[in-house]
């Protein structure tokens, strides 16, 4: 059985900075694309990044580029998300994935991930 844990949110000032971890364990890690997704309350969704089985390739959406950096360390099977200059409205719950597809691809689609975690939450006050 696949499981993510992630771990790391908590209350941060606005303009601080955050990184998300997310260990998974259960199927071979290095094999599938990993996703982070955040939802508000009320909200819908929403990709926040993703990154290739290889770490080769990533992606993000267009309300974090250039304040968050997706990683993964495929020794420690665990993800990461780097999050900088952060702002209120990044207050959500944060999700992380795993892709449904070994060496898969549309890592920005919350359809291609099968398993996902329990959620952190992260808060920012501003």
């Known amino acids: 059985q696949v499981q993510l844990v992630e771990s790391g949110g908590r209350l941060v000032q606005a303009g601080g900075s955050l990184r998300l971890s997310c260990a998974a364990s259960?199927?071979?890690?290095?094999?599938?694309?990993m996703g982070w997704f955040r939802q508000a309350p009320g909200k819908e969704r929403e990709f926040v990044a993703a990154?290739?089985?290889?770490?080769?390739?990533?992606y993000y959406g267009d309300s974090v580029k250039g304040r968050f950096t997706i990683s993964r360390d495929n020794a420690k099977n665990t993800v990461y998300l780097q999050m900088n200059s952060l702002k209120p409205e990044d207050t959500a719950v944060y999700y992380c994935?795993?892709?449904?597809?070994?060496?898969?691809?549309?890592?920005?689609?919350?359809?291609?991930?099968?398993?996902w975690g329990q959620g952190t939450q992260v808060t920012v006050s501003s």
């Open positions: 994935a795993s892709n449904q597809i070994a060496y898969g691809s549309g890592l920005t689609l919350p359809s291609m991930y099968n398993y």
């Open positions: 259960g199927r071979t890690f290095s094999n599938y694309g």
């Open positions: 990154i290739s089985w290889s770490g080769l390739s990533t």
